[in-house]
Protein backbone atom coordinates (compact mmCIF):
# COMPACT_ATOMS: atom_id res chain seq x y z
CA UNK A 1 0.00 0.00 0.00
CA UNK A 2 1.26 3.72 -1.18
CA UNK A 3 2.10 6.17 1.58
CA UNK A 4 -0.75 9.08 0.96
CA UNK A 5 0.96 11.87 -0.77
CA UNK A 6 1.87 14.51 1.41
CA UNK A 7 -0.86 17.25 1.31
CA UNK A 8 0.43 20.68 0.63
CA UNK A 9 -0.50 23.94 2.33
CA UNK A 10 -1.11 27.03 0.51
CA UNK A 11 -0.04 30.16 1.61
CA UNK A 12 -2.04 32.28 3.61
CA UNK A 13 -4.11 35.03 2.12
CA UNK A 14 -3.94 38.21 4.14
CA UNK A 15 -5.53 41.31 3.43
CA UNK A 16 -3.93 44.31 1.89
CA UNK A 17 -1.18 45.82 4.20
CA UNK A 18 -1.57 43.09 6.81
CA UNK A 19 1.20 43.47 9.35
CA UNK A 20 1.91 39.28 9.50
CA UNK A 21 2.84 39.09 6.15
CA UNK A 22 6.53 40.42 7.59
CA UNK A 23 6.54 37.49 9.98
CA UNK A 24 6.05 35.32 6.42
CA UNK A 25 8.68 36.93 4.57
CA UNK A 26 11.39 36.93 7.87
CA UNK A 27 14.15 35.46 5.33
CA UNK A 28 13.63 38.25 2.56
CA UNK A 29 15.08 41.31 4.80
CA UNK A 30 18.87 40.62 4.22
CA UNK A 31 18.55 39.22 0.86
CA UNK A 32 19.75 41.64 -1.51
CA UNK A 33 17.63 40.79 -4.39
CA UNK A 34 15.03 39.72 -1.90
CA UNK A 35 11.79 40.75 -1.58
CA UNK A 36 12.98 43.56 0.65
CA UNK A 37 15.71 44.68 -2.33
CA UNK A 38 14.45 48.66 -2.30
CA UNK A 39 14.13 48.92 0.93
CA UNK A 40 18.04 48.43 1.13
CA UNK A 41 18.28 51.12 -1.97
CA UNK A 42 15.88 53.46 0.31
CA UNK A 43 18.06 52.93 3.82
CA UNK A 44 21.08 54.23 1.92
CA UNK A 45 19.60 57.04 1.00
CA UNK A 46 17.73 57.56 3.71
CA UNK A 47 20.68 57.37 5.74
CA UNK A 48 22.49 59.93 3.46
CA UNK A 49 20.81 62.41 5.05
CA UNK A 50 21.40 62.04 8.32
CA UNK A 51 24.74 63.68 9.46
CA UNK A 52 27.43 62.62 11.79
CA UNK A 53 26.74 63.04 15.89
CA UNK A 54 27.58 66.15 16.88
CA UNK A 55 27.03 65.82 20.90
CA UNK A 56 28.19 62.41 23.02
CA UNK A 57 25.41 59.61 23.79
CA UNK A 58 23.59 61.14 20.53
CA UNK A 59 20.16 58.95 20.41
CA UNK A 60 18.72 58.22 17.02
CA UNK A 61 14.97 56.33 16.86
CA UNK A 62 14.24 54.49 13.32
CA UNK A 63 10.02 54.01 13.64
CA UNK A 64 9.32 51.27 11.92
CA UNK A 65 12.75 49.88 11.72
CA UNK A 66 11.90 46.18 9.76
CA UNK A 67 15.14 44.24 10.48
CA UNK A 68 17.38 47.02 10.97
CA UNK A 69 18.39 47.87 7.16
CA UNK A 70 19.00 51.28 8.46
CA UNK A 71 21.80 50.19 10.61
CA UNK A 72 25.12 49.52 8.11
CA UNK A 73 24.49 52.55 6.68
CA UNK A 74 24.91 54.62 10.46
CA UNK A 75 28.07 53.35 11.33
CA UNK A 76 30.55 55.21 12.91
CA UNK A 77 28.24 58.49 12.66
CA UNK A 78 28.07 57.99 16.29
CA UNK A 79 24.40 57.56 17.14
CA UNK A 80 23.02 55.09 19.70
CA UNK A 81 20.37 53.62 16.66
CA UNK A 82 17.34 52.79 18.54
CA UNK A 83 14.23 50.98 16.59
CA UNK A 84 10.74 50.52 16.93
CA UNK A 85 8.70 47.82 14.56
CA UNK A 86 5.33 45.76 15.67
CA UNK A 87 6.90 42.66 13.91
CA UNK A 88 8.98 40.63 16.71
CA UNK A 89 10.75 38.70 13.95
CA UNK A 90 12.01 41.57 11.60
CA UNK A 91 13.34 43.18 15.44
CA UNK A 92 15.35 39.82 16.27
CA UNK A 93 17.43 40.19 13.29
CA UNK A 94 17.57 44.24 13.33
CA UNK A 95 19.12 43.36 17.29
CA UNK A 96 21.60 40.94 15.52
CA UNK A 97 22.79 44.20 13.54
CA UNK A 98 23.20 46.41 16.60
CA UNK A 99 19.62 48.01 16.87
CA UNK A 100 18.53 48.37 20.39
CA UNK A 101 15.07 47.21 19.46
CA UNK A 102 11.81 47.98 21.04
CA UNK A 103 8.29 46.11 20.14
CA UNK A 104 6.00 48.46 19.79
CA UNK A 105 3.31 51.12 17.60
CA UNK A 106 4.87 54.00 15.49
CA UNK A 107 1.66 55.92 16.73
CA UNK A 108 2.40 55.23 20.65
CA UNK A 109 6.16 55.09 20.88
CA UNK A 110 6.85 53.96 24.67
CA UNK A 111 10.46 56.70 24.86
CA UNK A 112 10.20 60.08 26.57
CA UNK A 113 9.57 63.68 24.73
CA UNK A 114 12.32 64.95 23.32
CA UNK A 115 15.01 62.19 23.72
CA UNK A 116 16.00 62.14 20.14
CA UNK A 117 18.77 64.20 17.92
CA UNK A 118 17.14 62.43 15.17
CA UNK A 119 14.12 60.41 14.33
CA UNK A 120 13.91 58.35 11.04
CA UNK A 121 10.52 57.28 9.69
CA UNK A 122 11.06 55.26 6.53
CA UNK A 123 8.82 53.99 4.55
CA UNK A 124 6.46 53.41 7.30
CA UNK A 125 3.86 56.28 6.82
CA UNK A 126 1.82 54.70 4.22
CA UNK A 127 1.71 51.30 6.13
CA UNK A 128 0.28 53.31 9.28
CA UNK A 129 -3.77 53.31 9.57
CA UNK A 130 -3.31 57.11 11.16
CA UNK A 131 -0.67 58.41 9.95
CA UNK A 132 -0.71 61.60 11.70
CA UNK A 133 -0.51 60.07 14.92
CA UNK A 134 2.48 58.37 13.60
CA UNK A 135 3.93 62.26 13.02
CA UNK A 136 2.75 63.38 15.80
CA UNK A 137 5.13 60.75 17.71
CA UNK A 138 8.20 61.59 15.68
CA UNK A 139 8.55 65.43 16.51
CA UNK A 140 7.52 64.80 19.64
CA UNK A 141 10.20 62.32 20.49
CA UNK A 142 12.51 65.23 18.71
CA UNK A 143 14.46 67.47 21.03
CA UNK A 144 14.63 71.29 19.91
CA UNK A 145 16.59 71.37 16.73
CA UNK A 146 16.02 67.42 16.15
CA UNK A 147 16.59 66.49 12.73
CA UNK A 148 13.55 64.18 11.28
CA UNK A 149 14.33 62.44 8.20
CA UNK A 150 11.72 60.16 6.03
CA UNK A 151 9.95 58.22 3.01
CA UNK A 152 6.70 57.57 1.73
CA UNK A 153 4.42 57.37 -0.80
CA UNK A 154 2.37 60.08 -2.34
CA UNK A 155 -1.32 60.15 -2.19
CA UNK A 156 -1.99 60.02 -5.64
CA UNK A 157 -3.15 58.01 -8.75
CA UNK A 158 0.43 57.97 -10.13
CA UNK A 159 1.62 56.28 -6.61
CA UNK A 160 -1.08 53.88 -6.81
CA UNK A 161 -0.26 53.18 -10.53
CA UNK A 162 3.40 52.94 -9.94
CA UNK A 163 3.55 50.81 -6.96
CA UNK A 164 0.65 48.81 -6.82
CA UNK A 165 -1.02 48.36 -10.00
CA UNK A 166 2.90 47.86 -12.00
CA UNK A 167 5.37 47.12 -8.68
CA UNK A 168 3.55 44.58 -7.00
CA UNK A 169 3.24 42.92 -10.24
CA UNK A 170 7.23 42.47 -10.51
CA UNK A 171 8.89 38.92 -9.62
CA UNK A 172 10.44 40.03 -6.35
CA UNK A 173 7.32 42.74 -4.45
CA UNK A 174 5.23 41.30 -2.41
CA UNK A 175 2.00 41.10 -3.64
CA UNK A 176 -0.58 43.28 -1.07
CA UNK A 177 2.30 45.15 1.03
CA UNK A 178 0.72 48.36 0.18
CA UNK A 179 -2.83 49.18 0.88
CA UNK A 180 -3.29 52.39 -1.53
CA UNK A 181 -6.00 53.87 0.81
CA UNK A 182 -3.33 54.56 3.43
CA UNK A 183 -0.91 56.84 0.76
CA UNK A 184 -0.12 59.87 2.23
CA UNK A 185 -0.53 63.44 0.77
CA UNK A 186 2.75 65.19 0.63
CA UNK A 187 1.32 69.06 1.29
CA UNK A 188 -0.51 67.55 3.98
CA UNK A 189 2.50 65.73 5.43
CA UNK A 190 4.82 69.00 5.80
CA UNK A 191 1.25 71.02 6.93
CA UNK A 192 1.30 68.27 10.11
CA UNK A 193 4.75 68.17 10.63
CA UNK A 194 5.01 72.38 11.01
CA UNK A 195 2.09 71.80 12.98
CA UNK A 196 4.29 70.20 15.40
CA UNK A 197 7.23 72.17 15.25
CA UNK A 198 8.97 70.64 12.24
CA UNK A 199 9.39 72.72 8.83
CA UNK A 200 9.73 69.80 6.40
CA UNK A 201 11.73 69.97 3.10
CA UNK A 202 10.70 67.81 0.72
CA UNK A 203 11.42 66.15 -2.42
CA UNK A 204 10.89 63.58 -5.17
CA UNK A 205 13.04 60.71 -5.63
CA UNK A 206 13.31 57.36 -7.62
CA UNK A 207 15.69 54.64 -7.90
CA UNK A 208 18.40 55.56 -11.08
CA UNK A 209 16.66 54.10 -14.49
CA UNK A 210 19.55 51.96 -15.67
CA UNK A 211 20.62 50.45 -12.18
CA UNK A 212 17.04 49.06 -12.09
CA UNK A 213 16.52 47.99 -15.31
CA UNK A 214 19.43 45.95 -15.37
CA UNK A 215 18.73 44.67 -11.94
CA UNK A 216 15.29 43.88 -12.72
CA UNK A 217 16.30 42.00 -16.20
CA UNK A 218 18.79 39.63 -14.09
CA UNK A 219 15.95 38.92 -11.68
CA UNK A 220 13.83 38.28 -14.49
CA UNK A 221 16.31 35.54 -15.85
CA UNK A 222 16.97 33.87 -12.53
CA UNK A 223 19.90 35.01 -11.59
CA UNK A 224 20.89 34.19 -7.91
CA UNK A 225 24.14 36.35 -7.87
CA UNK A 226 23.81 39.88 -6.46
CA UNK A 227 24.57 42.27 -8.52
CA UNK A 228 28.66 44.05 -7.34
CA UNK A 229 26.37 47.32 -6.57
CA UNK A 230 23.00 48.26 -5.70
CA UNK A 231 20.40 50.79 -8.15
CA UNK A 232 20.52 54.27 -6.39
CA UNK A 233 18.10 56.60 -5.09
CA UNK A 234 18.48 59.55 -7.04
CA UNK A 235 16.47 63.14 -7.04
CA UNK A 236 13.67 63.71 -9.07
CA UNK A 237 11.44 66.68 -9.95
CA UNK A 238 8.00 65.36 -8.90
CA UNK A 239 7.03 64.11 -5.52
CA UNK A 240 3.81 62.62 -7.23
CA UNK A 241 5.17 58.74 -6.29
CA UNK A 242 7.82 58.32 -3.94
CA UNK A 243 8.95 61.53 -1.96
CA UNK A 244 11.82 62.19 0.60
CA UNK A 245 11.26 64.74 3.77
CA UNK A 246 13.61 66.45 6.20
CA UNK A 247 13.51 68.89 8.76
CA UNK A 248 14.24 70.34 12.20
CA UNK A 249 11.88 70.85 15.38
CA UNK A 250 12.09 74.51 16.40
CA UNK A 251 13.18 75.63 19.43
Avoid at 88 to 107: K, P
Avoid at 114 to 124: F, I, K, M, N, Q
Avoid at 239 to 244: C, D, F, M, S
Wanted: net charge positive; charged share 25%.
Amino acid sequence: MRDAAPVSTPPRVLPPNDPRQYDDLAGEWWRPDGAFAMLHWLARARAAMVPPASERDALLVDLGCGAGLLAPHLVGKGYRHVGVDLTRSALDQAAAHGVTVIQGDATAVPLADGCATVVSAGELLEHVPNWRRAVAEACRLLRPGGLLVLDTLNDTLLARLVAVELGERLPTVPRGIHDPRLFVDARALAAECARHGVALRLRGIRPELGGTLAWLLRRLRGGDRPARTEPRIVPTWSTAVLYQGRGHRSG
